[in-house]
């Protein structure tokens, strides 16, 4: 049987400790709000040049990190993206597999690894 009210304290004390560490978090970490702006206008132009370039979904992971990376982090990012996700498609065409669409979050998210990696 679950205890409702147990439950329900514990979400309380889950909300308020939470809300505390995400507003510290505001004056520890440095945030950059013009670089969402940025990237939400790339995206913008890339979709008129190029339609369906680019998926939503990588938008929303590309704009949520430039908040907390520098400009140069954010090409180090998508420059590593980009020639992992290249090394990628080389090897399945190599395999005679040649891919009709490339999930580009992934490659994202290995960028940032190695990102992280080499900055700390």
């Known amino acids: 049987m679950i205890d409702w009210d147990h439950l ?3 979400m309380r004390i889950f909300l308020s400790t939470g809300m505390i560490l995400l507003i510290s978090g505001l004056f ?9 702006l940025i ?7 890339s979709q008129k ?12 992971v590309i ?4 908040l907390f990376l520098t400009g140069y982090e954010l090409l180090q990012l998508l420059f590593i ?14 395999r005679k597999k040649k891919p009709e669409r490339l999930p580009f ?4 998210f290995i960028g940032l690894l190695i990102l992280l990696i080499k900055n700390h």
């Open 105 to 108: 979050l992934p490659f994202l």
């Open 81 to 94: 993206a980009s020639v992992s996700g290249l090394i990628f498609f080389s090897c399945q065409l190599l």
């Open 8 to 10: 329900i304290v514990e």
């Open 39 to 45: 990237v939400g206008s790339g995206f913008f132009l």
């Open 28 to 36: 520890l970490v440095p945030i950059y709000w013009l670089h969402p």
């Open 49 to 60: 040049i190029f339609p369906n370039s680019l998926g939503l979904g990588d938008l929303w």
């Open 63 to 66: 704009g949520l990190w430039s």
